[in-house]
């Protein structure tokens, strides 16, 4: 551009000094890495790759945050999917859960021997005491004396321990009145 062509009033005054053009920034901005690569080359060592300048994005700043929402938004669904919150169980932890489900499967089984057992028991106490109390008495002779210490049954006396039974398994029953 000439001298001729330059506008006076934003060149020159207090307006025209905080401007800076694009000439001086590139300028500028080869010197700083001549010196860098200068003090690099001082130390003997190769200069970090420069970081891109990044490209011109001509959108404007809201569609920018929409586009960041967005994204961030998509990677915490992600994060947050069922399939994600489960992952494979190593060769260790199998072992130990089997381990445990065989010791909880012993346990059980040598529980319901046991209960089998209990229940056998009971089986034979409940059989014995009925071949008890259905057999005869013992005839020893036929002496008196054998017959007088077996006392005799009363055949009424079931009937009245039935009507207990009953009176005793409906105590505390309310029937409603119609």
Not at 15 to 37: C, H
Not at 84 to 106: G, H, K, V, W
Request: aromatic fraction near 4%.
């Amino acid at each position: 551009m000439e001298d001729s062509a330059v506008i006076p009033s934003l060149s020159m005054g207090p307006v025209g000094s905080r401007f800076v053009s694009s000439d001086e920034i590139e300028t500028a901005k080869a010197r700083r890495d001549e010196q860098w690569k200068a003090a690099y080359a001082r130390l003997g060592q190769e200069p970090p790759p420069q970081p891109q300048a990044d490209a011109y994005d001509g959108r404007s700043l809201a569609e920018k945050l929409a586009a960041n929402r967005a994204a961030k938004q998509e990677e915490w669904e992600e994060k947050s999917k069922l399939a994600n919150q489960f992952r494979a169980l190593e060769e260790d932890e199998i072992m130990f859960l089997d381990s445990l489900r065989e010791r909880e499967e012993a346990e059980e089984k040598a529980r319901q021997e046991r209960d089998g057992e209990e229940v056998k028991g009971f089986k034979e106490a409940v059989a014995a005491r009925l071949q008890l109390s259905n057999a005869p008495p013992p005839s020893i002779g036929s002496s008196s004396a054998a017959k007088s210490t077996v006392p005799k049954k009363d055949p009424k006396a079931p009937a009245i321990v039935k009507k207990d039974l009953k009176k005793l398994s409906l105590k505390g029953v309310v029937v409603k009145k119609k």
